[in-house]
């Protein structure tokens, strides 16, 4: 079957760096998605990962190992804004049908 | 650019009602996707269309849902008769290849009473 784990809930502190989990046994893989929600909005890119490696996007960076099943968000010099649930997804197939986790709710405080 | 629109934003419908979502993909994007969020739980494939063909509906819960795409355009997807455990939030998204990331819509907040 498909599962996707990562932690329900991080908080962090205005300035500060987070790290978000997320590891994945899925049948196939074709790429892991980060996506950003805000409450009420729809989910938004912020990153893409089909090999092992780092990649760097302004503030945010993610992180994939295939071979363990285990990738990170890293958001650096947190801001107010960055307060909502970050969604990992992971593509099995040539489409970019997604199965998802539960998100990580974050909240930033001042 | 135009993103995803979704309409409507929110409905709410008593149990054995009909009701049917609308969704207007990213122009020339061929790739149209549905998903769904029920309350507490992560969000889940529906189906996936290819222009008008049903590419994968290996998702769809149940022969209450339908799902359409005439034309290759919009999509509709119809719930007749809802029940209480389709409430949620219903997202679309379209991609079109080689970019890899679907692109999501708001999404329809539908409460069944």
């Known amino acids: 079957g498909q599962n996707i784990d990562q932690p329900t809930e991080m908080t962090a502190t205005e300035g500060a760096i987070v790290q978000i989990n997320c590891t994945y046994q899925t049948s196939g893989f074709n790429g892991l998605f980060w996506y950003q929600q805000h409450a009420g909005e729809a989910p938004t890119f912020l990153s893409y990962?089909?090999?092992?490696g780092l990649e760097e996007k302004g503030r945010f960076s993610s992180f994939l190992s295939r071979s363990k099943g285990y990738s990170y968000l890293l958001l650096k010099e947190l801001q107010m804004k960055d307060s909502a649930s970050y969604l990992c997804a992971v593509r099995d197939g040539g489409y970019s049908t997604l199965t998802f986790g539960k998100g990580t709710m974050l909240l930033v405080s001042p | 650019e135009a993103g995803v629109t979704q309409f409507p934003s929110h409905s709410v419908i008593e149990k054995g009602q009909t009701v049917t979502l609308r969704c207007d993909p990213i122009s020339g994007h061929d790739n149209l996707y549905w998903y769904r969020r029920v309350m507490g739980k992560e969000i889940k494939f529906l189906l996936h269309?290819?222009?008008?063909?049903?590419?994968?509906e290996s998702g769809m819960p149940n022969n209450r849902f339908l799902a359409e795409r005439t034309g290759g355009t919009y999509s509709t997807l119809k719930v007749q008769p809802a029940e209480l455990e389709d409430s949620g939030v219903y997202f679309c998204?379209?991609?079109?290849?080689?970019?890899?990331?679907?692109?999501f819509g708001p999404g329809t907040r539908l409460t069944v009473l």
């Open positions: 269309f290819v222009k008008e063909s049903k590419q994968d």
């Open positions: 990962n089909v090999l092992d």
């Open positions: 998204a379209s991609s079109q290849g080689p970019v890899p990331q679907p692109f």
